[in-house]
């Protein structure tokens, strides 16, 4: 049976999957990792990449089993949950959380994190630009002030959070797989889609990719854990969003 707080994702776009599941199988040069199993299964065959969503079940216990012991996982027929997962990155990441917040909120941090740090490390020009593009205001524009102001934007949520989400987990599959994310996209995102392809964008991706993550399974669970929280963003944006957004999806390649 599906992890409750992965169960969303047999609902979700196959092209969003696919990015998650490369993660899972695909080591850095490409190639299927030695310890994934999921490439060998009928299952894959029949549904990679198009129609992942019929095996989300799949997905997600192959991605848990990353996050627990290989003779624990055979003892107990399954992975660890997905919460521990996600806390684990977290911790190896240096994020601070409270592990007995929501997932959502644990998700949330774990997006600001990454964010934060790389804009630690941006130019004044590039870090008044994200603010401008998030739409996010601010009495000042010192980098102190514009963190602060990134900050409380993620903490109200919406759009705000949505684009966020979107930046950081787009950097992270350019840097790791070679390519973006399949964007949705409505009125409302063309207006600063050019933020996670510019030097924003590049940034986050610069920052990512000099991130030297100890661990074979860390360097599936941490991005993977960053793609589920864009996915869950994402599926829940038309609940946050209000009506004057008019939150109408379609692809955009």
């Given at each position: 049976?599906?992890?409750?707080d ?10 969003d999957?696919?990015v998650?599941?490369?993660?899972i ?19 894959y ?10 095996m989300?079940?799949?997905?997600a216990?192959e ?5 627990g012991?290989t003779?624990?996982?055979?003892i ?11 806390c ?22 774990l ?13 004044d020009?590039?870090l008044?630009n ?14 102190q002030?514009m963190?602060a102001?990134?900050?409380s ?7 705000t ?8 987990a ?5 840097a790791?797989l070679?390519r ?11 207006r ?27 360097r ?28 109408v ?5």
């Amino acid at each position: 049976m599906i992890d409750k707080d992965l169960a969303f994702l047999a609902s979700a776009s196959s092209s969003d999957l696919r990015v998650l599941v490369d993660y899972i199988t695909l080591d850095k040069s490409g190639s299927p990792r030695m310890t994934e199993t999921l490439t060998t299964t009928k299952e894959y065959k029949m549904y990679y990449p198009d129609r992942l969503e019929k095996m989300a079940d799949s997905i997600a216990d192959e991605l848990q089993r990353f996050g627990g012991n290989t003779f624990a996982n055979i003892i107990r027929g399954h992975g660890v949950s997905y919460k521990s997962l996600l806390c684990g990155a977290c911790k190896k990441m240096k994020v601070s959380f409270n592990k007995n917040s929501s997932v959502e909120t644990i998700e949330i941090c774990l997006l600001q994190s990454v964010l934060l740090k790389t804009m630690e490390d941006m130019s004044d020009s590039d870090l008044k630009n994200l603010i401008e593009e998030l739409d996010i205001r601010t009495t000042s524009f010192t980098k102190q002030a514009m963190m602060a102001a990134v900050q409380s934007a993620i903490r109200i949520g919406g759009f705000t959070s949505y684009k966020i989400a979107v930046i950081v987990a787009n950097a992270v599959a350019r840097a790791l797989l070679g390519r973006g994310l399949s964007f949705a996209a409505n009125a409302a995102l063309t207006r600063w889609i050019g933020v996670f392809a510019g030097p924003v964008g590049w940034a986050v991706t610069i920052a990512w990719t000099a991130l030297d993550i100890a661990g074979p399974a860390y360097r599936v669970t941490i991005p993977s854990v960053i793609q589920i929280a864009y996915m869950r963003i994402k599926a829940n944006a038309p609940k946050q969003i209000g009506s004057g957004d008019s939150f109408v999806m379609y692809e955009n390649a």
